[in-house]
């Protein structure tokens, strides 16, 4: 089945066919590993976790696509990843916004609040001026107002909504990532 179609080798492959559905997934590997790349935008989705959802959406692509609808098994395949990754971030980000910074913080310093309080101010000071008053607003850090709206830190950074929501993004990753460090260098001590 070298030369098989995309079409004979998805119903060879829901036949049973191990050889056909291994090779229908090897063609199609350099299509998942594209999609991973361009959507992992944000970098506190996992490598493994954005791998994980996009075999599991070609695998099922496998079982749901339908020739008769006029779609190649590559299109099929390209929406069900896509979407997928999609459901992926928009869980990871929610998970995110449901937690404050302070929680979050001593969560995972495993240190005590002060301790911790002090990690963080030091970290928000190495941020970008604008990417630390974005975390500062949006996590109600060293103001009376509480957690801001993306709205209001938009009109107050002069940024549009997308593009302070992917400062925010971009900021709390390296927070976490300054954080590992530093966890393990206080582990150490």
Not at 83 to 92: A, F, H, P, V, W
Not at 132 to 138: A, D, G, K, Y
């Amino acid at each position: 089945m070298s030369q098989a179609t995309d079409e004979q080798l998805v119903f060879a492959a829901r036949a049973g066919d191990q050889a056909a559905r291994d090779q229908l997934l090897r063609r199609h590997t350099p299509l998942i590993y594209r999609l991973i790349r361009d959507w992992r935008v944000l970098e506190w989705v996992s490598h493994d976790d954005a791998e994980q959802t996009a075999w599991l959406a070609m695998l099922r692509a496998i079982e749901l696509w339908d020739p008769a609808h006029g779609s190649r098994f590559s299109t099929y395949a390209w929406a069900a990843i896509t979407n997928n990754l999609r459901k992926l971030i928009r869980r990871e980000t929610r998970w995110w916004a449901r937690h404050s910074l302070h929680d979050e913080w001593h969560i995972i310093t495993g240190r005590g609040q002060s301790q911790s309080d002090v990690d963080l101010i030091e970290m928000l000071g190495q941020l970008h001026p604008v990417a630390r008053q974005i975390v500062e607003l949006r996590h109600g850090i060293g103001c009376a107002a509480g957690n801001a709206s993306w709205h209001t830190i938009a009109r107050q950074i002069g940024l549009p909504v997308p593009k302070a929501r992917a400062i925010y993004m971009t900021a709390m990753a390296q927070l976490r990532r300054w954080q590992d460090v530093t966890g393990q260098e206080h582990d150490q001590v």
